[in-house]
Nanobody, 125 residues
């Protein structure tokens, strides 16, 4: 059974960093485009970043602070987040879609083949 499990969230102070992980089972990530999203209470879901074999994309509003990567050997994708701000507080989710690249940006969440349940990130002093 295909599954994605996010981890690495938590409570941090403004300016600190976190690395989120998206561990896959039942799928081989090198055949998927892995996307990161976030959703804050009362706000729409935002597409943050995408990585596939040979392409990656990060949204302009976070690209100076967030970096996506993956390690096929451990079937895990990551989102490194630096200089976190209170407005980054949200549930962060990863999702994967088979066979696509990230050349066009983050994929629509509704088109994902596999979705994780999310990890909470809270940035507060």
């Amino acid at each position: 059974q295909a599954q994605l499990v996010e981890s690495g969230g938590g409570l941090v102070q403004p300016g600190e960093s976190l690395r989120l992980s998206c561990a896959a089972s039942g799928v081989t990530l090198d055949r998927y485009a892995i996307n990161w999203y976030r959703q804050a209470p009362g706000k729409e879901r935002e597409g943050l970043s995408c990585i596939s074999e040979g392409s990656r994309y990060t949204a302009d509003f976070v690209k100076d602070r967030f970096t996506i990567s993956k390690d096929n050997a451990v079937n895990t994708a990551y989102l490194q987040m630096t200089n976190l701000k209170p407005e980054d507080t949200a549930v962060y989710l990863c999702a994967a879609v088979y066979g696509l690249s990230c050349k066009q940006g983050v994929h629509e969440y509704s088109t994902m083949n596999v979705r994780g349940r999310g990890t909470q990130v809270t940035v507060s002093s």
